[in-house]
């Protein structure tokens, strides 16, 4: 849960964020206060829109299709390793139609030179 989800992403270097509905256990002002105490900032989906979170749904439906279905991890190790591959993969090489045939990075870079 929650402590495993703290105790696992501490050693983090960036801000942590942790998104969710507004299912009553993640308005609770004891959940809300340990988010805080860890520095933790906390998103959630605004009352009846579920599409607060398609961006990150959609990130983790691609990496389970392209790295996951039909295939056997053998350790935690292997699977954060393809994860982390993937990640790199995601935001530096694989290009993007809505992004003129660029990877995220490359279209940040080329936005950036245009302002």
């Known amino acids: 849960g929650l402590e495993e989800a703290i ?4 050693d983090c270097p960036y801000r ?4 969710s509905d507004q ?3 993640y308005q609770m002002k004891a959940y ?6 860890q520095n933790i900032f906390q998103s959630m989906s605004r009352k009846g829109n ?3 979170n398609s961006i990150m749904e959609n990130f ?3 990496l389970k299709q392209e790295i996951y279905h039909g295939k056997t991890y053998s350790s935690f190790e292997e699977l954060k390793m393809a994860i982390d591959n993937y990640i790199y993969y995601y935001n530096n090489e ?9 990877s995220p990075v490359q279209f940040r870079i080329a ?4 302002a």
């Open 7 to 10: 105790r696992l992403t501490n």
């Open 16 to 19: 942590r964020t942790f998104h």
């Open 23 to 25: 299912g009553w256990a």
């Open 32 to 37: 809300s206060y340990k988010l805080k105490k």
């Open 50 to 52: 579920c599409l607060d």
């Open 60 to 62: 983790f439906s691609l």
């Open 94 to 102: 694989r290009m993007k139609k809505k992004l003129n045939w660029k």
């Open 111 to 114: 936005e950036s030179k245009a």
